[in-house]
């Protein structure tokens, strides 16, 4: 069962203009949510986080949402540059059973942004 | 700093065959885990620690154990490999998690594995 869906697995955009990933979760005790980047053959990199407490959080040209009544996030970047291109995870943190905290990652999506 | 490193970075195995993938960190970190990555199912959490002598399952653990026997290493040991478990596997560290903040996960290059 995934907690942590996105679905939507590709997205091309034109270079310039606005990107929207988007992420559904279905645990209300999720803390804290984080969207990581990945190229081909490397591990994925962290990209920015945001609380369950707040409802955005901006970093340059990535903002994240989050509608905790919805259980939806989503980034934005803009302006997309081709060298966004790559596959974007969102993930959430929650404690497991054993009481310890560990990260659930969503499926991915591939964005492809055009020169 | 070397960060967190993962050996092999490729691997193929028969069927019943058992093996050992290693990751290290130099960071210092409390938290590690091992993730899985297959076409269309994201990054599935296979087992984390939060130190040493201390481990957890993730979402799919069945056929790999771990231990934790230092900070520094996480071993993921395949006892009876399966087709089933062909994937990319990543390594990732960071400081222990709590509810009051995040700490970024580092993750390791990934070791592609073929289980024919």
């Known amino acids: 069962d995934q907690q942590v869906k996105q679905n939507s697995p590709s997205l091309s955009v034109q270079e310039g203009r606005i990107s929207i990933l988007n992420c559904d979760y279905t645990n209300s005790m999720f803390d804290y949510f984080l969207w990581y980047k990945k190229y081909p053959a490397e591990g994925p990199t962290f990209l920015i986080s945001?609380?369950?407490?707040?409802d955005k959080n901006e970093d340059g040209r990535f903002t994240v949402f989050l509608n905790k009544s919805a259980k939806h996030l989503s980034l934005h970047i803009v302006p997309s540059q081709p060298g966004d291109s790559a596959v974007y995870f969102c993930?959430?943190?929650?404690?497991?059973?054993?009481?310890?905290?560990?990260?659930?990652f969503g499926t991915g999506t591939r964005l492809k942004v055009l020169a | 700093n070397a960060g967190v490193t993962q050996t092999p970075k490729f691997q193929v195995l028969k069927t019943g065959q058992s093996m050992t993938l290693q990751c290290a960190q130099d960071m210092n970190h409390e938290y590690m885990s091992w993730y899985r990555q297959d076409p269309g199912m994201g990054l599935r959490l296979i087992h984390y620690?939060?130190?040493?002598?201390?481990?957890d399952q993730g979402e799919v653990p069945n056929g790999y154990n771990v231990s934790r026997s230092t900070t520094e290493d996480f071993p993921l040991r395949l006892l009876s490999a399966a087709p089933s478990q062909t994937s990319v596997y990543f390594c990732?560290?960071?400081?222990?998690?709590?509810?009051?903040?995040?700490?970024?996960?580092?993750f390791g290059p990934g070791t592609r594995l073929t289980v024919l």
């Open positions: 990732a560290s960071s400081y222990v998690l709590d509810p009051y903040s995040y700490n970024e996960q580092f």
């Open positions: 945001i609380s369950s407490i707040k």
């Open positions: 993930a959430a943190s929650a404690r497991g059973t054993s009481g310890t905290y560990k990260y659930i």
């Open positions: 620690s939060v130190g040493a002598g201390i481990t």
